[in-house]
DNA sequence: TCTGGGGTCCTAGGACCC
DNA sequence: TCTGGGGTCCTAGGACCC
């Protein structure tokens, strides 16, 4: 059956809400980051990707390609505030809305045309009311399936609108770089290369078993990837696939070696764990420890698991630490992880009320919103006891107002 | 003064059981 | 004691997305 599908994507999303709050850095360069030294750039204003800045540089590198470059600290608050009103926009054209991270979504509204008139006024009426409402934009891809809206979202921005039909679909990715797709990264797209395959035309042309011998069970959807094809549904908030695993991991502020801070830390991170795990209803068996050494390049990881499932903070902490002591450290210590896996749900977990609704949404945004490279500690910081963060000279209080209020996620 | 933090999925090898 | 094969669970590591 012919589908039809929006893919929306909010244009450098932070920084737009950030210039829409405060009209002094409207026209501006500028780059919305986390609060700590060690933090990247999450998302810059147009004004300073035209000078360079890129998603994921260090804050001195953009300063360095962009001095004027005027660095706005993240309000996670706002951004999963303007996120959720944004989702229920689109919930008015169609219930089956995916949300794929805190800036964009995907929208089926094959059963919505008759009652709109078509994509197209869906897509216009979607644009004028967030801009109306957010004063942000957003480019919109329309395609007959997802891997291709996505790719039309991408083809004009910021404030694009990009159709394809189903009839315009061989001739739009005859000459597409393979990784333009979303499923095909740098590492793929090299070993492709080396095939002589370097276009969507060429893959979708390429001989499946080719693919196969080379990239195993995911060669044939490489070859439907080229040819545009996808089948895969829009899933709507609430009938997603339960989480696998509940993880947090942060960078220190500085490097170290003292067993006493690492243990603290390594105790903050079980505990930020532990209560999104009671949050989510689930309990896990399996503990993970992560660690990234000071030279950035060296790291290791190391689970363990459990004859049972556990959730409290202090058995995560105990299960980490003992990880920990199996190993001799080499080297001081950059990043700490830990999460947990091999989950349980526990029944009735599932809100039945619509404010409950909202709310489990608004966290699961606020878990997207580190999709976004947010280094948002205070997200879940405050969900560490006070005894815990006092004394504490490992996570700082790194919260830091940035003057715009009166914002509320109800 | 380098370089975040959430996830998911897949593979490979080993232990263990039938 | 040897030859097997299948299935499950475990750990480790890598690729991908935002």
């Given at each position: 059956m012919n589908r039809t599908i929006l893919h929306i994507d909010m244009n450098a999303f932070f920084a737009?809400?950030?210039?829409?709050?405060?009209?002094?850095?409207?026209?501006?360069?500028?780059?919305?980051?986390?609060?700590?030294?060690?933090?990247?750039?999450?998302?810059?204003?147009?004004?300073?990707?035209?000078?360079?800045?890129?998603?994921?540089?260090?804050?001195?590198?953009?300063?360095?390609?962009?001095?004027?470059?005027?660095?706005?600290?993240?309000?996670?608050?706002?951004?999963?505030?303007?996120?959720?009103?944004?989702?229920?926009?689109?919930?008015?054209?169609?219930?089956?809305?995916?949300?794929?991270?805190?800036?964009?979504?995907?929208?089926?509204?094959?059963?919505?045309?008759?009652?709109?008139?078509?994509?197209?006024t869906i897509a216009y009426q979607i644009k004028a009311r967030i801009r109306h409402s957010f004063g942000i934009t957003c480019s919109i891809g329309i395609a007959p399936n997802k891997l291709l809206a996505k790719l039309a979202s991408d083809l004009h921005k910021p404030d694009g609108l990009t159709v394809v039909k189903p009839e315009d679909v061989s001739r739009l990715l005859e000459r597409m770089p393979v990784g333009e797709l979303c499923g095909i990264g740098k590492k793929t797209a090299y070993q492709l290369k080396v095939m002589s395959i370097n276009t969507c035309g060429e893959l979708g042309r390429c001989d499946e078993a080719r693919l196969t011998r080379k990239f195993g069970i995911i060669g044939p959807r490489l070859k439907e990837m080229g040819q545009g094809i996808d089948h895969s549904p829009v899933v709507p908030f609430g009938a997603e696939e339960e989480v696998k695993s509940v993880g947090h991991s942060r960078t220190l502020e500085r490097d170290i070696s003292d067993p006493g801070e690492i243990r603290r830390f390594l105790l903050q991170l079980s505990e930020m764990v532990g209560s999104r795990a009671r949050r989510y209803g689930v309990s896990g068996k399996t503990v993970h420890l992560y660690v990234r050494y000071a030279d950035f390049f060296s790291s290791w990881g190391k689970q363990t698991s459990l004859k049972r499932y556990i959730n409290l903070s202090d058995e995560i902490y105990a299960t980490a630490l003992g990880i920990l002591e199996t190993v001799e450290l080499t080297q001081p210590v950059r990043l700490l992880g830990v999460s947990l896996s091999n989950l349980k749900h526990h029944a009735e977990q599932l809100p039945l009320f619509e404010d409950e609704r909202k709310k489990l949404f608004a966290t699961q945004a606020m878990d997207k919103i580190n999709a976004r490279f947010g280094n948002m500690v205070v997200t879940y910081g405050s969900l560490v006891p006070d005894r815990e963060k006092a004394g504490s000279h490992v996570i700082p209080p790194s919260w830091q107002p940035d003057g715009i209020k009166n914002l509320t996620v109800t």
């Open positions: 737009s809400v950030e210039q829409q709050a405060d009209p002094a850095l409207r026209g501006k360069p500028i780059a919305v980051v986390g609060s700590g030294h060690r933090t990247v750039i999450t998302t810059s204003s147009y004004e300073a990707r035209a000078k360079g800045v890129k998603t994921g540089m260090a804050l001195w590198e953009g300063k360095r390609v962009c001095p004027e470059l005027i660095v706005v600290i993240g309000d996670n608050r706002k951004y999963t505030y303007t996120s959720t009103r944004i989702n229920e926009i689109f919930r008015d054209y169609t219930p089956e809305v995916e949300v794929f991270s805190i800036d964009e979504s995907w929208l089926d509204v094959t059963h919505s045309l008759g009652i709109f008139g078509s994509a197209e």
